[in-house]
């Protein structure tokens, strides 16, 4: 009876049969969740899109108040991070606490580089009246006054909410980064990395359809 | 041997690891990279129309397949966790082409009801 209880190393939780069963519920687990931030977004791209084919015009000229160097910058940002973090869960998964530190530290100060960005863009926008509902201006073409604000919406809301889970998944990172030095994982346990990372790279995937979509229309036609 | 004698104490311990090679992850962030560089390029200087946003979409579902595929191992996962990924996908398909076909086909047929006098 005693011996079915010794096999068992630590971290397997009672319900599960063995290591293995906990990793694949796990990770199943947090792909259910990633489905509904799927579906969260998925609404946002649908609206977008619904809009974008209404208002082509007024969606292509308002486009050109972003700037797609600062986005393609973030873009390539994320995409840093995202190496970043795949090591840290490979240095995880043989063993490197010092590498997962690091890799954890490296995928923290892309997050924070990709907000500050996205911090520099808002306050342009600020600067610019290009806030809806606070002292909106959109004097170049004033026919697209109206129109010109629901894609401002739309950008807001879209990289507003994306910010939200870069700053949820720095927060993440953090909790990583202390159990990590605290050593608690190695080869045998490092489920937290794994789905953590699965985390980080649905939010880096959001980005890179948010890129294209609000930087890059209308900019060599529809002029 | 005696990694097999461990194995045996504790077999609930030894999980079948998947560890990708450095390469192939500093591979696929080349390949996002280029992508990125390149929907960029092509959005300021290549004038295609339409097809512009057509190209920047295919670039951006590469891309989401990569870093799905390696970055987020479903490579590796078991085939439950496909199936769900697979399922996802296709609901967020059903959102959107079936929001998008009753918004495109809006005026196709004539309006004779009453409530749309």
């Known amino acids: ?223 | 041997m005696s990694n097999n004698i461990k194995e045996l104490e504790h077999p609930s311990e030894h999980v079948e690891h998947h560890v990708m090679p450095v390469r192939t992850y500093v591979l696929v962030w080349l390949a996002l990279m280029i992508g990125t560089v390149s929907t960029y390029l092509i959005a300021e200087y290549v004038d295609m129309g339409s097809g512009n946003i057509i190209v920047a979409l295919i670039i951006a579902f590469t891309k989401m397949s990569l870093v799905v595929y390696f970055f987020m191992h479903v490579k590796f996962n078991d085939s439950l966790t496909r199936l769900f990924v697979a399922g996802g996908f296709f609901w967020l398909l059903i959102l959107i082409v079936i929001t998008l076909a009753d918004y495109q086909s809006r005026g196709w047929l004539p309006m004779n009801s009453p409530w749309h006098k």
Request: net charge negative.
């Open chain 1, 1 to 223: 009876m005693a011996d079915v209880a010794i096999e068992r190393p630590g971290h397997v939780a009672h319900q599960f049969d063995d290591a293995e069963q906990q990793v694949s519920s796990a990770t199943l687990g947090m792909w259910v969740f990633l489905l509904t931030e799927i579906m969260f977004f998925g609404g946002l791209f649908g609206a977008y899109t619904i809009y974008r084919s209404l208002y082509p015009g007024a969606f292509a000229s308002t486009s050109h108040y972003m700037d797609p160097y600062l986005g393609a910058t973030n873009t390539a940002v994320l995409i840093c991070s995202s190496l970043t973090m795949a090591m840290a869960v490979r240095s995880a998964q043989i063993g490197k606490q010092k590498a997962l530190i690091w890799f954890l530290i490296f995928t923290m100060i892309f997050g924070v580089a990709f907000l500050g960005i996205k911090g520099i863009e808002y306050h342009q926008h600020w600067v610019d009246h290009k806030v809806p509902g606070f002292g909106f201006e959109y004097n170049e073409e004033p026919n697209y006054f109206h129109n010109a604000q629901i894609l401002f919406c739309f950008y807001f809301f879209m990289t507003g909410f994306h910010a939200l889970h870069m700053v949820v998944g720095l927060i993440l990172m953090t909790t990583l980064l202390v159990m990590a030095v605290r050593g608690r994982f190695g080869p045998a346990y490092f489920t937290p990395v794994e789905i953590g990372g699965l985390y980080w790279h649905f939010v880096d995937i959001v980005w890179i359809f948010l890129f294209p979509l609000l930087y890059l229309i209308g900019h060599t036609h529809v002029k």
